[in-house]
Structures are given as C-alpha cells and as structure tokens.
C-alpha cells in the first residue's frame, strides 16, 4: 500500500499546538499525515503568494486568507476560530485591569508587542493602542512609539526549540509586559508559573477572527483536512485549546 502524501499547512504560530493536535487526529482517521509550517500569518501569505506549495492556510486574521482569494490563489476565507489579546505580566509586576493602561504607560515599565503586518497580533495590539486614545489622550502615539515590536519580523530572535516565545521574551527581561494571544495562558502556566494573564478592561479589549482557506493547488487530501479542521471534532480541538469556536452544534 503506498503512502499518502502529507498535505502542507500553513498556519499562524498561535495554533501550532492545536492544529499539530488537529492533525494527528486527521491522521488517525484517515491515514494523511500533515505536514506544518507555523509562523506570521502575514509572512507566511506572502511565501504563498511567492509560490511555495502550501495547501491550506489557517491564519490570525481574515485579511490574509481574503488576500489569497482576491489574488485568484485560493477559495473563501472561512472564519474557523476566535481569539482575543491579553496581557501578560513578567513575575513580580502587579496590575489590575483598572490600573493595566498606567502600568503600559509608564516610561520604565518595557511593552511588547509583535510586529504589525508581519503578525497580525501585533495589529491587534495597535489597536488596543487605538482604544486606549479614548480613555486617556495622547496614549496611543505614547504606546505606538514605546512599543517593543519583538516577535513576528523575519529579524526578531526566535524563542529556543520548544519554548513559549512570549514566556521567553518575559523570562529573558526584553519586556515587562506583552500583549499576545489569552490561548498562550495554558503553554506559559506550564512553562512559566511566575508570569501572570490579565484580562484588558472591555475599553481596551480586541477580538481576533481567525480565517482558514484551501489554495487552488491543493489535493483531494487537502480539502478533506480543511473540512476536518471545521468539523465537530475539529472544532472541539481548538475549543480544548483556548478558542472559541462557531462550528460546535448546540447542546440539548
């Protein structure tokens, strides 16, 4: 019996540990295995606008996966899962969500964010900046020029093998605070006890709608994994991670 060929997934970093859990039970299922590239959601739309064969494209946002379908590269853009950004505090920096934006604010206190365009996380976070304008004048341009914009560029040092990025920029002192993902709340409690999640106040907060499409080249296996990733048990994988997620059927 011949293999099946793995099918190529490009995927934003933030579902790395849902989607390789997402993978292993498509291929349990089915006998496909799939092979993940993880990354900037935004570098990773351009490497397939570049040409690489990828097949199915989960992204942070819906702009990216549009953009492929715009381009004549790929179907529709479905939203598949939910997000929101957080802030994560290194150990021993106390806030509240009533006291966060002061705490942002203040010259000694190091921001970061990821880098916007690259990383649509870090457009999230420039929107927070954006909403911050409203309850305290002149805070955006004060938060946009302090920002650390560490991860998400193609020259941001990564974190090491098998380390949260964000949890590592903490730990290593380059930020005292950084808004990523609330998903990252289970990796860092494993990996950093120390380092505290705070909710942002409803002012501040900035939902994140992930998008999901199948590029033009992709295989009949390809399509079958896409449509799994939407599944049911597909969606109750990213649920178990952190997501919300629209695909779930009611109870009762």
């Known amino acids: 019996m011949v ?13 790395r540990g849902a989607l390789l859990d997402i993978a292993d039970a498509f291929e349990a299922e089915t006998g ?9 959601s935004g570098l990773l739309k351009d490497r397939l606008i570049g040409g690489e064969a990828g097949e199915v494209f989960a992204s942070a946002n819906l702009e ?6 715009r381009g004549g590269l790929a179907g529709p853009a479905v939203l598949f899962a939910r997000n929101e ?3 994560f505090l290194r150990p021993g920096l106390v806030a509240t969500r009533a006291t966060l934006l002061d705490l942002m604010l203040d010259p000694k206190v190091k921001l970061g964010t990821s880098t916007p365009k690259a990383d649509p996380s870090g457009d999230y976070a420039f929107a927070i900046f954006a909403r911050a304008e409203a309850m305290k ?3 955006r341009a004060a938060l946009e020029a302090k920002a650390l914009k560490l991860t998400g560029a193609p020259d941001c040092l ?12 903490l730990a290593s002192g380059e930020a ?3 808004l990523a993902y609330c998903t990252n709340a289970r990796p860092l409690a494993k990996e950093q006890p120390g380092i505290a999640m705070l909710r942002l106040p409803d002012q501040l907060a900035v939902g994140a709608d992930y998008g999901l499409t199948v590029l033009n080249r992709a295989s009949l296996s390809g399509y079958r994994f896409a449509m ?3 599944s049911p048990q597909g969606q109750a994988i990213l649920a178990r991670h952190g997501f919300t997620v629209p695909g779930l059927p009611r109870e009762g």
Not at 32 to 40: R, T
């Open 3 to 15: 293999a099946a060929s793995p099918v190529s997934l490009y995927a934003a970093g933030s579902l």
């Open 32 to 40: 496909i295995p799939i092979s993940g590239k993880f990354g900037a």
């Open 64 to 69: 990216h996966p549009q953009a492929l379908a």
């Open 85 to 87: 950004l957080c802030a």
């Open 137 to 139: 004048p002149g805070a």
């Open 158 to 169: 990564p974190a090491p093998e098998g380390l949260n990025v964000y949890g590592h920029k």
């Open 176 to 178: 005292d605070i950084f």
């Open 228 to 230: 799994f990733i939407l």
